[in-house]
């Protein structure tokens, strides 16, 4: 009996199947009966291990292979039928070829182990901003992480039925060996083929794969966008509630931000999560862009994460959540670098004792996760479930910058936002394999995730202002700015709520600025900073720029741009050049 009434979704898993040849088939329901069972299984196996349940009640710890930690961006290929339309931000893969190549380490690899079918949907399941996909896995941790990420089972099934549309995701853990390991994307054909890895971002295809490489190629064909944004809500006290995207590379404080607690001076003011890490955004009947956010957990960088932090965050993972590659203390809670628990790691992230006379690193990987459920956020917003999304009026660019960049600008209108955004560098961070702490240039955070060419990227963002006249104000911020002893000069966290106010006032004409050659900057009166510790050259210094580090700026931002050559929008080159002209007048 078919367990679809889809052909197309029918045949592909016939296909599939004959392909891995697996023990048997299970179709996900999506219940909690399914992800319990499946959470005994893995018990059972060690693939997951019970935490403390008093303390940490449903909570589980994964540890995957040592070798598999992190996004492989060397190993993620955009495969579309011509080179040029990947683009030089992508590694390249004739489809043809790439099939092959995958087909072949899929061909048995899942003999002897359960294949799963998930069908998944991005987004609220009555939402016309939504997209539905399949994802085919041998991984029951993957399985039940898809259960906390997305709305994962039958409703997502009848949508697919309802349709007909839907992005198909072939995952296998295989070998878990890094030289057979591959994550590749097929736009044109809406699919994705993911071997070798356990990895989140490599094996939940809903999530990177599905939600921003594929996504980005739908969004533009269709006329929206697909990005690497949080989406916040910020209320005043007088109960008015306006929301803000804001698009930072991992592990530079996109969660933080969407879940920020506002400082004491700020009582009344509130914020809720919509989204953490993705947002999808279309143009609405006023002219407005509306957000939703595709994901329904949080699958967050867990070190640092502490009451001080990100009180949000930290309440969110009590319950509930699937921790990998934490260390654990001598109670069995889970533990993490920049906790502040007080308590003492006894065995580190790869299951090693952790003793005085071992030197074996941090008892938490720099890149460990947790997956947890958004509507354990304290300040989760039930928006995030609203079939039209959310009104954006401001979107966020920032990186981690020790120089240069100033606390906030603004754009000076679109065309220079979207300039601001295409520039954006920032200093690596653990979330990705390679070196740390290297400047790249990293466009609106979709180095990783665009998944066509940048050139016709930036060209899609300028595009919007011929559908809309009521676009959203566009910032840049930088939180990390240091004085010459490496001490930050902003405080940060909840006094970020200062920075927000400001862009919001800005968008609507209530803030003054300064207009610089990058553009406008707050005077250090209409920046909010009443009852704030911060010397009046730290605010001088945050507040300003340096010109010839500037124009060394436009001048790199130009040969970075200019490398994806005739492609690149003429509107973005004579932006980049009037940024130039202005800096050097």
Known sequence: MSNTSNTALEQWIKEVAELTKPDRIVWCNGSQDEYQGLVDEMLANGTLSKLNQDDYPNCYLHRSDPRDVAR?????????????DAGPNNI??????????????????????????????????????????????????????????????????????????????????????PDRRFI??????????????GYGGNALLGKKCHALRIASYQARSEGWLAEHMLI??????????????????????????????????????????????????????????????????????????SPKTNYNAYKSIEQDTIFTNVGVTADNNPYWEGKESGETPVINWKGEPMTSETDNGPAAHPNSRFTAHATYNPVYSPESENPGGVPIDAIIFGGRRRELAPLIYEAKDWAHGVLVGAGMASETTAAATGQVGVVRRDPMAMKPFCGYNFADYFGHWLSMSEKSDNLPGVFHVNWFRRDEDGRFLWPGFGENLRVLRWALDRVDGKADAVETAIGYLPTAESLDTNDLDIAADDLEAILSIDKNQWAAEMQAVGEYLESYGERLPAALRDEYKKVQAALAA
């Open 232 to 305: 916040l809500g910020l209320t005043n006290p007088e109960g008015v509630t306006r929301y803000v995207a804001a698009a930072f590379p991992s592990a530079c404080g996109k969660t933080n931000l969407a879940m920020l607690v506002p400082p004491e001076s700020h009582k009344g003011w509130k914020v809720s999560t919509i989204g953490d890490d993705i947002a999808w955004l279309q143009p609405g009947k006023d002219g407005k862009l509306y957000a939703i956010n595709p994901e329904a957990g949080f699958f967050g960088v867990v070190p640092g994460t």
């Open 184 to 197: 590749m994307h097929f736009p044109e054909e809406l699919s994705i083929k993911s071997y070798g890895s």
């Open 92 to 177: 390249w893969m004739e489809p043809t070829a790439a099939h092959e190549k995958i087909d072949a380490m899929f061909d048995g690899c899942m003999q002897g182990r359960t294949m799963y079918v998930v069908p998944y949907c991005m987004g609220p399941i009555a939402s016309p901003l939504s997209r539905c996909g399949v994802e085919v896995t041998d991984s029951p941790y993957v399985v039940a992480n898809m259960k906390i990420m997305t709305r994962m089972g039958q409703s997502a099934l009848n949508r697919i039925e309802k349709e007909g549309n839907f992005v198909k995701g072939l995952h296998s853990t295989g070998e878990l060996d």
């Open 72 to 84: 492989v961006e060397g190993a993620t290929m955009i495969c579309t039928k011509t080179e040029i």
